[in-house]
C-alpha cells in the first residue's frame, strides 16, 4: 500500500485495485512524454514500483516488453524521480545501469523477460518509443476507494 500527499487530497493507491493499461502495436509504441501524456488523459500515471513484488507482478503482466515507467532522471535535484511523487525506495537495475549512454538516458524503461520471470530496468533515450504502464489513481472517499477518472472530487 502507498500514500502520498497530492497538494489537498491523500490518494491510496492498493495492489489489488491497480488497473494497467498496457500497448503492444508497434504503431503506437511512444516517447516517454508521450506516455506519460496518454496516462494522465486516462486520469492516470504512468506506473511506479515499490517492491519485489510489485515488480513481478508487472513483469508477469508485460512479459517480453521493454515498457516506460514512472521513473525519470531529475537534473534539479539529482538522481531519479517518479511521477506520482512517491518515494524512490525499491530499485531494479540491470548489470551496469543506469549508464546514461551517450549522456542521453534521461528516462527508465522495466525490461522483462519472454515468460516474465525476470526483469530489469534500463535508463534510456526519452525519445525511444516504447510500450508502456499506466495505472489509476484512487482516491478514497467516505470509506469508499473510487479509482476511475479521478478528478479530485468524491
Ligand atoms: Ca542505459
Redo the contacts with the bound molecule.
Sequence with gaps: MLIFQGKALVYLLLSHVLQLFHDVKWSQKKSWGAANEDCVSRGAILVSIHSQAEEEFLSIYSKGTSKWIGLKHNPTEGGYSWSDGTALSHTNWGPG?????EGR?ECVEMVSTTNGTFSWW???NCDAHQDWICTLLCLVCNSCVLCYKVTGTC
Design positions: 545501469e543506469p549508464n546514461n549512454h538516458e534500463n535508463d534510456l
